[in-house]
């Protein structure tokens, strides 16, 4: 699960930002 979500990261820099903005 941590690998995948580094590699979903990886591959959306953005995408991850926005998650982890919306979740804060």
Do not use: D, S, V
Not at 5 to 21: F, G, H, T, W
Request: no cysteine.
């Amino acid at each position: 699960m941590k690998l995948n979500r580094a590699i979903k990261i990886r591959l959306y820099p953005n995408q991850a930002q926005e998650k982890m903005l919306n979740k804060t």
